[in-house]
């Protein structure tokens, strides 16, 4: 008997696909869109304690292998959010609340509210890379993280994820930081700080001048930091950056990452992106007689 | 991708209304859009009014982002990402074009590509005489060409609505296309069931990414960059926020 389904900290999500956080996330509906397209668990859009109207336009770049945005945390606040949640919550996809504050005690009510609002999990966003005092810049200080993980695990039931940004050489140490402090996933990574210039106009693209760079162009940065991980923590691991095709995902999933998150692949292959991965794994596992995915977490790690 | 490009060409297309022919090629369907960033400005979406070796878009004066549009002048330097969304999809048969003001601008794309001047006929809409755009164009393609204006200064008095329900009425049409204010989208969706003559029109949402991630512009879920900005008539139907309510930049909802 063949099984996509994966265990990601207790949470049960019918195949290894999760949405990425910043993704069509903002509105039940495109949610519900997103989980009829085959998701095994969707996370939502960032969301922080108020109305947030992002960045003025250019907020992004396409590139051949990917995307660079400064979206800048768009997003209408916890309090608008739960009529969002409500709809989003009749795909029967576990959904997990994405949060963005720039203090412990913030974290802490935006949590409480997901959880009020039945989100199956929190991931915290300590990693946007583009949105001053949120983010990246408190995500690369280990003390911090410890303590917003911690305060946040004191005052929620579900589990609690750490969203990590790859632009630290102290990334496995904000990794200890969060299996200390009680955290229950990793999810690595969020976009590499970038930036693009207009040759003709001579100057940045961006209206934020720097953005974060995601799709296969971050993939190879991606699978290093999830195979570091995985051999510094024993928490799971949450794979993101350039998945767009089944063996996009055996690869995380051999570098140690127990699920995947896909975001800038909705843009580039559009949202059929989920059934074409899921039905590019069944064949592998049907070829090399695998019977559950848990089977090749890590496995490239024994070389 | 980003096309760093000029403008090539700037054309007084009606009052306040501008056409800027872009030093660019862009080969596009019709009814599908483009990313316009002014340096230092703002980026916006625009339909393309002007498609092939010398693409364009026509814009109308409505806040920052249009004006600064609207001042450029030859030689200006201009980014183009695109074209985005899925145009029209034109069926064989006999088609009517409903335009309203700018609205005009991915309408004309279809009416051009029709190729038979007896198939195809156009209604063009617009507040005052001033406003109205691409008559001519409409003429050298048309064998069948309208105007109303609000305020009876050009052509029939009255709302384009009525006029191509009156058209509906005089002869047999396969498929409508219609883009302009969603007020006048919504009554032309009615009309078209009334007349019971399939229908698709061209939405309008704020949009950010314009690449189908953000969903800044979802409209029930779907994307108008992605999933549009051509809905069929059936599409419209199901959603509950059409003529009703918008999102706006926080994506909080707001009545229209």
Same mark, same amino acid.
């Given at each position: ?303 | ?156 008095? !009255?709302?384009? +609505? ?6 509906? /009425?005089? #002869? =047999?049409? *396969?498929?409508? @296309? ?54 069929? !008539?059936?599409? +419209? ?6 003529? /009703?309510? #918008? =999102?706006? *930049?926080?994506? @909080?909802?707001?009545?229209?």
């Amino acid at each position: 008997m063949t099984t996509l389904e994966v265990d990601l900290a207790g949470i049960k999500l019918r195949n290894p696909t999760i949405l990425a956080s910043g993704v069509m996330g903002e509105t039940g509906e495109s949610l519900l869109k997103v989980a009829e397209a085959g998701a095994g668990g969707l996370v939502t859009k960032s969301i922080g304690l108020e109305p947030r109207k992002g960045y003025p336009n250019p907020t992004l770049v396409e590139l051949p292998d990917g995307y660079i945005n400064a979206m800048g945390l768009p997003g209408p606040g916890i309090e608008a959010f739960a009529e969002e949640m409500e709809v989003a919550l009749r795909s029967r996809v576990p959904i997990i609340g994405s949060l963005f504050a720039a203090i412990p005690e913030d974290f802490t009510t935006l949590a409480g509210k997901m959880e009020d609002y039945g989100a199956a999990a929190v991931e915290l966003n300590l990693s946007c890379p583009h949105a001053k005092g949120y983010g990246m810049e408190v995500g690369i200080d280990p003390d911090a993280v410890r303590s917003i993980v911690s305060s946040v695990k004191g005052a929620v039931g579900i589990p609690v994820m750490a969203k990590l940004t790859p632009n630290t050489h102290r990334l496995v140490e904000v990794a200890r930081a969060v299996e200390a402090a009680g955290g229950d996933a990793i999810v690595a990574v969020n976009t590499v700080k970038a930036m693009a210039i207009s040759v003709e106009a001579r100057r940045p693209i961006l209206y934020n001048r720097t953005g974060g760079l995601s799709g296969p162009a971050i993939k190879g940065v991606g699978l290093r930091c999830v195979y570091e991980l995985h051999e510094a923590v024993a928490l799971p691991i949450v794979g993101v950056g350039g998945i767009e095709r089944s063996g996009d995902v055996l690869e995380y999933m051999m570098a140690g990452a127990s699920a995947v998150q896909v975001g800038s692949a909705v843009g580039r292959k559009g949202l059929a992106v989920f059934r074409e991965i899921t039905d590019g794994l069944m064949s592998y596992m049907g070829a090399h007689d695998l019977g559950d995915l848990r089977e090749i977490v890590g496995v490239a790690h024994a070389h | 991708m980003l096309i760093e490009t000029r403008v090539r060409e700037r054309i007084e297309a009606g009052k306040g209304i501008t056409t800027l022919v872009f030093d660019a090629p862009m080969e596009a369907r019709p009814g599908q859009f483009v990313m316009v960033w002014v340096p230092g400005v703002d980026e916006v979406p625009m339909s393309l009014s002007h498609i092939g070796p010398h693409a364009g878009i026509t814009v109308k004066e409505v806040g920052e982002a249009t004006k600064a549009l609207s001042c450029l002048r030859p030689g200006d330097v201009i980014g183009i990402r695109g074209p985005y969304g899925n145009g029209w999809r034109l069926s064989g048969g006999r088609i009517l074009c409903v335009g309203g003001g700018v609205g005009m601008a991915p309408i004309i794309t279809a009416v051009e590509a029709a190729g038979d001047p007896g198939r195809v006929a156009v209604a063009i809409g617009a507040r005052n005489h001033g406003e109205i755009i691409f008559e001519e164009r409409a003429r050298s393609v048309s064998n069948d060409v309208r105007i109303t204006t609000d305020d009876g200064s050009y052509g029939l008095k !009255g709302t384009v +609505v009525s006029l191509a329900d009156t058209m509906m /009425k005089e #002869k =047999r049409y *396969d498929l409508v @296309l219609g883009c302009g204010p969603e007020v006048m989208n919504k009554f032309l969706l009615k009309a078209c069931k009334d007349n019971e003559v399939p229908c698709q029109l061209s939405l309008e949402r704020l949009m950010k990414c314009g690449a189908g991630l953000c969903g800044s512009c979802v409209i029930d879920g779907l994307r108008v960059c992605a999933d549009g900005p051509v809905f069929t !008539g059936e599409q +419209v139907e199901r959603m509950a926020e059409f003529g /009703k309510c #918008k =999102r706006d *930049d926080a994506g @909080l909802r707001v009545k229209l």
